[in-house]
């Protein structure tokens, strides 16, 4: 594919919902896969604290998904994520979150898909579910689209029509108040299958989704009108910081029962001078040689058994703990650690490095959190923001294990967190290291520490 020209407009466009569930990721998917058939390079972002939406556009656009959010990142952070991603793509494609303006608090849009598109230019595509409405259609955008002044909404799309008439009635009420790009049919058959979690990850999706669902935008959206109302002036790309020679050795679980992986979180370890080596719990021994293990959240609950089967590897992240070894664990890595996973009534050996034992399902927890190290794995003093959330939960206090997180979420609530033995650090809250990038070098300073112990 042909070098970007750093001069030439970038065109970005923020797709948006009125609420959850009308269809953003459906539209988003879409749009990457008839720009990509276009010969354009598409970047895709997700604003919000989202795992798996990053996974699908990663498999739509060929390219990492990047996570923007006003709440866990700063602004210039954000700015330089965009910018620094983009640098040699011809379009952005920003998939929002929730509504428009749903974010973190019901007083102002900080963390909302319209507080990042205001804050990085970009103007919006309102997706709107049509299907329950006629005249109407017209009441709910005029609202939308005259909310925030400061807000630029290029255009609407149209989505889970009923024909030709039902569109055509929904374009007339619309007709002078803002663009209908794009009227899309009802379309049962490639909406994604959903679980506890969100949506069902991208090789769970039907054979031929993705191309089905870029002819589908093709056919139904003026593509040339939407990238006309899409340019923006390309940023400037930040300068990279310099990497860090590799000085130790990372495991990284990667694979169906873990895959919850903020993309610059692993390019933050390399960054600090780690080499990371992508390994499967479910099915791969523990890599020789390395210094440490990042075990990320997925869904254990969904391959417990497969998991309990790998003994071998649980033996050797066992014996990697009480030898010392840093293993750095997150939500569905902390049910890993643990002694035993309970699912539907069904108990399955893990590794038993946390004296604790959990199940699923449980009561579900979902917050932004912000959290200031008091020892462990990070070291003390370090303040960082990331999320929670899950349905499983620990069903027993567990004894002689340290506390090494202070915890605060976003709505006020305050208590202990962060499961520490040893070298070892397990919690239910993903942290987004590039809130303190500090975290990852401390991570890479233990592992590399840990490597020198027989120099």
Known sequence: MPAVDAAAPLRAIAVAGTQSGVGKTTVALGLIGALRRRGLTVQAFKVGPDFIDPLH???????????????????????????????????AVVEGMMGLFDGSEGASDRGSTAETAKLLGIPVLLVVDASALARS?????????????????????????????????????????????GALPRAPELVLPERHLGLRLPHEAPAGSLARLAELVEEHVDLDALLAHA??????????????PP???????????????????????????????????????????VDGVYLGGGYPELHGA??????????AIGRLAAEGGPIYAECGGLLYLARSLEVGGERHAMCGVLPLETRMPDRPRIAYVEVTTAGGLFGAGLRARGHVFHH???????????????????RGERGAEGYAVGNVLASYAHLHFGSNPGLAAALVERCAGWRSRET
């Open 137 to 181: 259609a017209a009441a709910l955008v005029h609202g939308y689209t005259s909310f925030d002044p400061e807000l630029r909404v290029a255009g609407v799309v149209l989505n889970n029509l009923g024909g030709a008439a039902h569109a055509s009635t929904i374009r007339d009420a619309i007709a002078g108040r803002v663009p209908v790009l």
């Open 57 to 91: 556009h990663r498999r739509a656009s060929g390219r990492p998904s990047r996570n923007l959010d006003g709440w866990m990142l700063d602004a210039e952070t954000n700015r330089r994520t965009f910018a620094r991603a983009t640098a040699d793509a011809d379009v």
């Open 306 to 315: 497969a998991l309990a089967a790998n003994a071998a590897t649980r033996a």
């Open 231 to 244: 340019r923006i002036e390309r940023p400037p790309p930040p300068p990279r910081p310099p990497r860090t």
């Open 247 to 289: 000085r130790a050795r990372l495991a990284v679980a990667c694979d169906e029962a873990f895959c919850f992986y903020y993309a610059d979180n692993l390019e933050l370890l390399e960054q600090a001078g780690a080499a990371l080596v992508p390994f499967s719990p479910l099915r791969d021994p523990l890599p020789d040689g």
């Open 392 to 410: 499983s939960g620990i069903t027993a206090e567990p004894r002689g294990v340290r506390r090494c997180y202070r915890l605060v979420t976003s």
